[in-house]
């Protein structure tokens, strides 16, 4: 079945550094969601993609539905961007499915 | 390969009605989880469970019960349907470790009550 492979599973940056997060899908995927976990366990929506890039302040996303695949990078990170962030793609045939990447741990240290 | 399975895949309630969510998973987690997802936003965490025979409420728990009869089994009940619970509900679940955050979704279940 489709399937979303999102890496890395763990990530730490320093206070003021950035880098990406990244989810590799295994068909054409017709649009992607990531989503950011918050202290209460709900998924926080950040970006909703069918195609190209948007930005939200320090983070900014992109998706390639050809090449299959879609980034999240966060640039400047802070402390409180320390959280667990994951990606889900719609693929393309009709109806509510959803396939979620794994999850990536990310820690900023001072 | 581990798995997390909803059933049904989607369902029309009707008003006042009863709707039970099935979710299995045979990934011998200790953490089920069940979200609703409503168009275009995030997933909301309604009730958890960390361990067989016993549920938690999550941020969203009104019109919802759960039920955690086994490891593998987590349920979600809606006793009395309404309206405003149209939405895509999803299943996850995740190792036992506060550390460990990777979660493993079903592929959805889209209720729509009439």
């Known amino acids: 079945g489709d399937q979303v492979e999102q890496s890395p599973s763990a990530l730490s940056l320093h206070e003021g550094t950035g880098s990406a997060l990244r989810c590799n899908f295994t068909t054409t995927m017709r649009a992607v969601q990531w989503f950011r976990k918050n202290s209460r366990g709900s998924l926080i929506n950040l970006f909703y993609l069918a195609s190209g890039t948007k930005e939200n302040g320090r983070l900014k996303s992109a998706f390639d539905s050809k090449e299959r695949y879609s980034t999240l990078h966060i640039r400047d990170a802070q402390l409180e961007d320390s959280g667990t962030y994951f990606c889900a793609a719609r693929n393309n045939n009709a109806g509510a499915k959803l396939t979620f990447g794994g999850g990536t741990r990310l820690t900023v240290r001072p | 390969e581990a798995a997390v399975t909803q059933s049904p895949r989607s369902k029309v309630a009707v008003t006042g009605g009863k709707v039970t969510l099935s979710c299995h998973q045979t990934?011998?987690?200790?953490?089920m989880y069940w979200y609703r997802q409503d168009t275009g936003h995030g997933l909301r965490l309604i009730h958890y469970s960390y361990v067989a025979d016993s549920t938690e409420k999550g941020d969203i728990p009104d019109g919802y019960k759960a039920s955690r009869p086994s490891q593998e089994n987590f349920s979600l009940i809606l006793e009395l349907a309404s309206l405003s619970q149209t939405a895509v509900y999803f299943c996850?679940?995740?190792?036992?470790?506060?550390?460990?955050?990777?979660?493993?979704f079903g592929h959805g279940t889209k209720l729509s009550v009439l």
């Open positions: 990934n011998n987690h200790d953490y």
């Open positions: 996850a679940s995740s190792d036992l470790g506060v550390s460990n955050e990777r979660l493993f």
